[in-house]
């Protein structure tokens, strides 16, 4: 009886020896893969969130000097997150900030150099896109409308379409462009919910132009 189970473990063995010497080689580069691979996934999240974190201490220490009003400190914090943390949500948040404290201050060419940099850089969707528009309305300001049309241009996101054809209205308006300032803020009105209060600025200079933008579609106007 021994020797018969003897027999039968040695059969199943050699079955076994068989099948790893078929495919050993593929089950060990299976596993390599697969390994690797969550190790490479583990490890980049683990990147994500350490980076993350940096980039989040530091944002507090520029939210600091943005509150105290300080521009120049705020900038000089923003220029190290762009070169250590370029990719992350805090960075292209700090730029959206900074632009605004530089314009507050009068400094103009920093303001836009922060707005390009998070519209052509920042790791988020919504922070281009709010860039963008920012920064189509400096380049209005310094009536450099080419400039200003081509940021809006490049606006992704359905929700901000709305505001894009607002902006693109102020400057075919500034361009005496009436009729086609006319139809931008018609489709901006359009587009944007009721509820948002902006939209009754957008129908503000509608009315100013002599168009009800509720009657537009079917040619009824105001009174001038």
Same mark, same amino acid.
């Given at each position: ?21 078929? &495919? ?13 691979? &969550? ?16 980039? /989040? *201490? ?16 705020? /900038? ?22 900074? #632009? ?10 920093? !303001? ?6 998070? $519209? ?10 709010? $860039? ?9 300001? +310094?009536?450099? &409308? ?22 693109? /209205? ?8 009436? +009729?086609? #300032?006319?139809?931008? &803020? ?27 933008? !509720?009657?537009?579609? *079917?040619?009824?106007?105001? /009174?001038?």
């Amino acid at each position: 009886m021994a020797t018969q189970l003897d027999l039968e473990e040695q059969e199943q063995l050699d079955q076994l020896k068989a099948f790893w010497n078929q &495919y050993g080689n593929l089950i060990t580069g299976l596993i390599v893969v697969v390994a690797g691979a &969550y190790l490479a996934w583990f490890g980049w999240n683990w990147y994500q969130r350490d980076q993350g974190a940096k980039a /989040g *201490s530091m944002y507090d220490e520029f939210e600091r000097a943005a509150q105290s009003n300080d521009a120049d400190r705020s /900038g000089r914090i923003f220029t190290d997150m762009k070169e250590r943390f370029p990719r992350t949500a805090f960075t292209g948040q700090a730029g959206l900030l900074a #632009a605004k404290l530089a314009t507050d201050k009068g400094q103009a060419d920093a !303001a836009r150099a922060d707005l390009t940099w998070v $519209a052509e850089n920042g790791s988020e969707t919504e922070y281009r896109a709010v $860039a963008r528009l920012r920064l189509a309305g400096l380049l209005l300001d +310094e009536k450099k &409308y080419d400039e200003a049309s081509k940021q809006l241009d490049g606006v992704d996101g359905t929700e901000f379409a709305a505001l894009a054809a607002d902006r693109r /209205g102020d400057i075919l308006m500034a361009q005496g462009k009436t +009729e086609e #300032a006319k139809a931008a &803020y018609q489709k901006s009105w359009s587009a944007m919910d009721a509820k948002v209060d902006y939209r009754r600025i957008v129908e503000a200079k509608l009315n100013v132009m002599g168009l009800n933008p !509720a009657g537009a579609a *079917s040619g009824v106007e105001t /009174g001038k």
